[in-house]
């Protein structure tokens, strides 16, 4: 699964992510990716529509960060996951 991450201003909590399969979990809520169809909302933190291409599942999650969070939240790099946790970049600042 490869997840690409957007990143967004908010006071959420930075989501917990996992994979298994086309079973993507955000805070322990499994989110079937292969039991959607077009035009369904998957899950609030999934901006657009889950694709399947080329036998790998492409997702876009939203990424809460601080105002002050460094370049690697406000520009992170998409996720390969094949099963398992997702480690997602720190969010918060040093000095929070």
Known sequence: MIITLSPIRADWPVPVLAVSGAVLEIDGQPVDLAGYDA??????????????????????VLLPHEPDAPEAVRFPEPVEVADGPVHLPEVQTEES
Do not use: R
């Open 39 to 60: 035009g369904a909302d998957p899950h609030p933190l999934i901006v657009g529509q889950p694709a399947l291409i080329e036998g790998v599942w492409h997702v876009t």
